[in-house]
DNA sequence: GCCAACGTTGGC
DNA sequence: GCCAACGTTGGC
């Protein structure tokens, strides 16, 4: 099992939109981009990943699931491009700011705070449990 | 709104 | 194959 993160601009796509969509899930489309591509083609059905407000917000204010791995993205022709599927899980009950993440010394190497432009990123399972802490989350 | 970081494109 | 120019993203 690993974990992720996936960034999107809520008024594009937020949290609200992710939930809407229950069980059955969504395409994360759009992405034209071979790092966040990479990442979505090695992961597996039932890997979890953080749901991150850019922009305004700034902050992770849910929990994914994986419910479709990659597969050609239908918001394109080019073959290139390929896409998961993933599904609410819950909310934070806290949600985790960049600010909170940037001045946690545990948190100091997650990609989040160093490449803040790559929208699909590994997190790790240290990261994974501080960040729901810090969220009174259930990770 | 600005600018730094990064990725992509295209001329050579 | 290198590198300058350009476009985009996202934090501030």
Redesign the pocket.
């Known amino acids: 099992m690993r974990y992720w993160l996936f ?3 809520p008024s594009t796509w937020g949290w609200s939109d992710q939930v809407a969509r229950g069980a059955a899930g969504e395409e994360w489309d759009g992405v ?4 966040a591509r990479n990442h979505m083609r090695e992961m597996k059905l039932g890997d979890l990943g953080f749901f ?7 902050e992770i204010v849910g929990i994914v699931e994986i419910c479709a791995e990659a597969h050609p993205d239908s918001s394109t022709d080019d073959n290139r491009w390929e896409c998961v599927d993933i599904k609410a899980v819950r909310p934070m009950v806290k949600p985790v700011s ?2 909170m993440c ?1 001045s946690d010394p545990r948190l100091a190497d997650m990609v ?1 705070v ?6 699909v990123q590994p997190v790790t399972p240290q990261e994974w449990h501080v960040i729901c802490q810090l969220g009174d989350t259930l990770a």
């Open positions: 960034k999107s601009e034209r981009n071979y790092q991150y407000h850019s922009q305004k917000d700034k960049l600010a940037k989040l160093h490449n803040t432009r790559l929208s």
